[in-house]
């Protein structure tokens, strides 16, 4: 089923809208909380892990909770719509410095409570947003186009949420630390705008898509049935380690920049950091199209196997570049941010198809569980992920802040900033290559599965219509 360009446009709205909030998120949040909250390394990664957990549970609870949704906004777009505003209103409290003194406890629990309210709300709109992507199209091409426009998209938010936020309120020159003199208050008033903008493009993003595909019957299974369900489909395995890994290595490339950026580099924030990270993220919407193209005329596992490859090798560079040297960190992010779009968008364009498989196998479509399972997972991945390179960090004494200012930091942490950024990554790439390889869903199985599911329809379609004909006469 084709669509319109004006409607993948609008759907990819919705990732821009979420990835304000997630790359301030990504890229400040760990930095924030050591820096400018002054939470201790190790005290900050149990935040994540916790927070994370949770945010792992509440998906799949919210993916079943959708599947069974009908009203007159759809399964999906409703809690779109509703739950706009709420994920807004808690992306504030993550910007907030409860305690003026040393109270490590406190801050610990408020950071959790906080994270963890974000993400519930994060969830009701974000988990249907995903599912709906196998409501709009059953194509395997404009799947491809489909996540093609929205990680276009996804990384202009991505360039909001982080460069944009570094103008705003990361280091001395930022915009607001000029206004304020603080960067308690500094941050948090970028988070408000951000929140507002972000509710907005979400609400407009509802307004616009369409949910069509609603032919197999619903999942009435639990959840360990549909776990072990979900689980023997070698597709989903393969397609699912894929997914996970190529997002997690992301989240640590996000996670662990600003450290890089800023310290490893010796930048020190502010309007020049912010130039260093908007470049990978302008090179990854200008190349974008390319993958997409190359993987409509070759087999996506072949293009992405060539993406990883590239980007191990980009980034053991940054072990090596020089500290405030200009050309070498605009080359490192000018070759990193071509392959950062591959990276994002070839994985995902394959994650809806094992829909199709599942309803194929088990004869049951369910959206909404699958996507609360694949980030369930996700969600333990990556908080775990991020969690070890806080881990990592205290471990080679990184030293925090607690009024945001820029300090020189022991030559040990330095190197493991690094080390972490330029090889961490590209080895859970390579990895995820294997999965890839193992998937087997290209276009032709794929096709050939669609029509059998068609046929099926129609067979069941002119059974009702028979059935029905008999009880009338």
Not at 134 to 161: F, K, P, Q
Not at 194 to 208: W, Y
Request: aromatic residues 14%; charged residues 15%; glycine residues 8%.
């Amino acid at each position: 089923m084709k669509l319109k360009l004006k409607e993948k446009v609008f759907y990819g709205m919705g990732d821009l809208s979420a990835n304000i909030m997630f790359a301030a998120i990504s890229f400040y949040l760990l930095y924030f909380f050591i820096n400018v909250g002054g939470l201790k390394a190790s005290l900050a990664s149990a935040v994540f892990l916790i927070a994370k957990g949770w945010d792992a549970v509440t998906d799949y609870l919210m993916g079943r909770i959708s599947d069974k949704t009908n009203s007159r906004f759809g399964k999906r777009r409703v809690y779109m719509i509703f739950g706009a505003l709420p994920y807004g209103l808690c992306f504030l409290l993550l910007w907030i410095v409860p305690f003026s003194d040393g109270n490590q406890v406190g801050k610990m629990i408020y950071y959790t409570v906080a994270y963890m309210l974000f993400n519930t709300a994060w969830t009701v709109v974000y988990i249907p947003y995903n599912a709906i992507t196998a409501n709009m199209t059953d194509d395997y091409d404009e799947r491809t186009s489909l996540n093609g426009i929205r990680i276009a998209l996804a990384n202009v938010g991505i360039i909001m949420g982080a460069a944009l936020f570094a103008l705003l309120a990361d280091g001395t020159e930022s915009v607001f630390y000029a206004l304020f003199g603080d960067f308690r208050k500094a941050y948090l008033l970028a988070a408000g705008i951000f929140a507002a903008v972000a509710v907005v493009i979400m609400l407009l993003c509802a307004g616009n898509v369409k949910e069509r595909i609603q032919v197999a019957p619903e999942n009435n299974k639990g959840f360990f049935a549909t776990l072990k369900e979900f689980f023997k489909l070698p597709e989903f395995r393969n397609i699912m380690m894929c997914y996970l890994l190529s997002m997690v290595g992301f989240d640590i490339i996000m996670a662990v920049f600003m450290f890089f950026i800023n310290d490893a580099l010796g930048f020190g924030g502010g309007a020049e950091s912010m130039i260093y990270v908007a470049i990978p993220l302008v090179c990854a919407i200008a190349s974008s199209f390319i993958w997409v193209k190359l993987s409509e005329k070759f087999n996506k596992h072949k293009v992405y196997v060539a993406a990883c490859i590239y980007m191990t090798f980009v980034l053991l560079f940054a072990i090596f570049v020089p500290a405030k040297t200009v050309w070498s960190t605009v080359l490192l992010c000018i070759f990193a941010g071509m392959g950062m779009s591959a990276i994002q968008i070839l994985p995902y364009a394959g994650v809806p198809d094992v829909i199709e498989v599942d309803e194929y196998v088990n004869g049951v479509r369910r959206e909404g569980a699958y996507y609360g399972i694949t980030q369930f997972m996700y969600k333990i991945a990556s908080g775990v992920s991020i969690a070890l390179v806080s881990l990592i960090l205290a471990a080679f004494g990184y030293i925090e802040s607690t009024d945001g200012s820029v300090i020189q930091q022991p030559s040990s942490a330095l190197m493991a900033v690094r080390i972490v950024l330029g090889v961490l990554p590209g080895v859970i790439f390579l990895i995820s290559i294997i999965f890839s390889h193992r998937a087997n869903l290209g276009r032709e199985r794929f096709d050939s599965i669609k029509a059998q599911l068609a046929e099926r329809r129609r067979t069941a379609e002119q059974g009702a219509n028979t059935s029905c004909d008999n009880a009338e006469e």
